[in-house]
């Protein structure tokens, strides 16, 4: 049983997608019409509800955050 090589999506793919799902377009249909999985797809959508970002470091947490800067200075 072979792996598949991770898929990497744009910040703008990863938009579109949270569009559909807010126009009405159901999320089953999303996941299967693009081959996404349904975890990817709402990480999206929260993402872009709490920070409007799908970048790392502006959904961790502001403890995370402090945690590298400390880590950063030692």
Do not use: C, H
Not at 27 to 47: C, G
Not at 54 to 73: G, M, S, T, V, Y
Request: glycine share 2%; charged share 30%.
């Amino acid at each position: 049983m072979s792996k598949q090589a991770r898929r990497t999506f744009t910040s703008e793919f990863k938009s579109q997608m949270v569009q559909l799902y807010e126009n009405g377009k159901p999320r089953a249909v999303i996941v299967a019409e693009y081959e996404l999985t349904a975890s990817a797809l709402d990480r999206w959508i929260k993402q872009s509800q709490t920070s409007g970002s799908f970048k790392e470091k502006d959904n961790r947490p502001a403890e995370e955050n402090e945690l590298i800067a400390l880590r950063k200075e030692l």
